[in-house]
């Protein structure tokens, strides 16, 4: 046991993850913090991930019934004793230092939970990724953005005592906690240096999904946290003018124009801005919950 150094556990839901779950655990093993273990936890997966973890050494814990990432967190924080649980996805890669870079910030701001601040692509050769981003090689996760459970660590008396993750929230489960900590007065900041990399959705399809799913999703939060409801209605509004006043969109897009290499990723960066604003609204106002209720990140 590394002293002055936290017992940490890396808790890594998995669900069908063959091709990536190998990359992430590589990650997760050359880490430079000290002390910590690492405890997978399968959710019911019909392919080759519970091998590959068994055959990588690491500690698995196998689900027999697919119920969702926010059962399998609760699972993995049931089955540790650490100090301090931090989360990663089984599609991540997260960089040599990140869990070093999550403990300091935590130590250093005396915060019961602290975000990763930092996303890079891992497939940035796909032009629907680079116009999402803008061309940028890494993305700064804005202070708004609750809900990073691909890159997050809470003090574990925080999860007991808030009584874990909600698992009816198959999307946002994370946000919701967070938002709890809020409510429960638990101080929450960044890691400005902690790095995960993970595939975007590389198609229109998968976008248009993805952001539709999450669309309803910040609807069911929004429910759950009146308080929070309130203090999104601005942002929600200035999406529904964007969608429908599009020579607004059209000016703020050029007043941003120098931020860009060049005149054509601007236009595929506020286009899929566009896009992603508008398949966010339709997922929001939508009445039919069980479209959404499987669907991942990317």
């Known amino acids: ?42 959710d019911a ?50 960089e040599k230092r990140w869990l070093e870079k999550l403990i300091d910030a935590m130590k250093s701001k005396n ?21 999402q981003n803008g061309g940028r090689s890494i993305i700064e996760i804005g202070s708004e953005d609750l809900g990073g459970g691909y890159s997050v660590a809470y003090k574990s008396e925080v ?18 906690f967070n938002l709890r900590v809020m409510e429960n007065r638990f101080s929450l900041g960044w890691a400005e240096d902690a790095v995960v990399s993970f595939s975007y959705a590389d198609t229109i399809g ?12 910040l609807k069911e939060i929004m429910r759950a946290h009146p308080w929070f409801a309130r203090k999104q209605i601005k942002h929600l509004l200035t999406r529904i003018i964007i969608i429908f006043a599009p020579p607004l969109y059209l000016f703020r ?6 931020k860009y290499e060049n005149l054509k990723m601007l236009l595929a960066h506020w286009g899929f801005k566009y896009l992603k604003s508008l398949a966010y609204y339709l997922g929001f106002i939508s009445p039919f919950p069980s479209r959404y209720l499987k669907t991942r990140r990317t």
């Open 253 to 258: 897009m050029f007043i941003l124009w120098r």
């Open 206 to 217: 998968r976008l248009w999904k993805q952001r539709t799913a999450d669309g309803f999703w």
């Open 1 to 42: 046991m590394a002293a002055g150094f936290p017992r940490v556990c890396v808790v890594v839901p998995c669900h069908n993850e063959e091709e990536r779950i190998g990359g992430c655990l590589r990650a997760l093993e050359n880490q430079t913090y000290p002390n910590y273990e690492i405890l997978v936890v399968d």
């Open 45 to 94: 997966s019909t392919d080759n991930s519970p091998k590959i973890v068994k055959d990588n050494g690491i500690k698995l814990i196998r689900l027999e019934t697919n119920s969702g990432v926010a059962r399998a967190r609760n699972v993995g924080v049931k089955h540790s004793d650490a100090e301090i649980i931090a989360f990663t996805d089984g599609d991540c890669v997260v």
């Open 159 to 176: 999860i007991k005592e808030l009584g874990g993750f909600n698992q009816r929230f198959m999307r946002g489960c994370e946000f919701d």
């Open 111 to 131: 915060l019961d939970v602290v975000l990763g601040k930092k996303i890079r692509a891992l497939n940035n050769q796909s032009y629907v990724v680079r116009a």
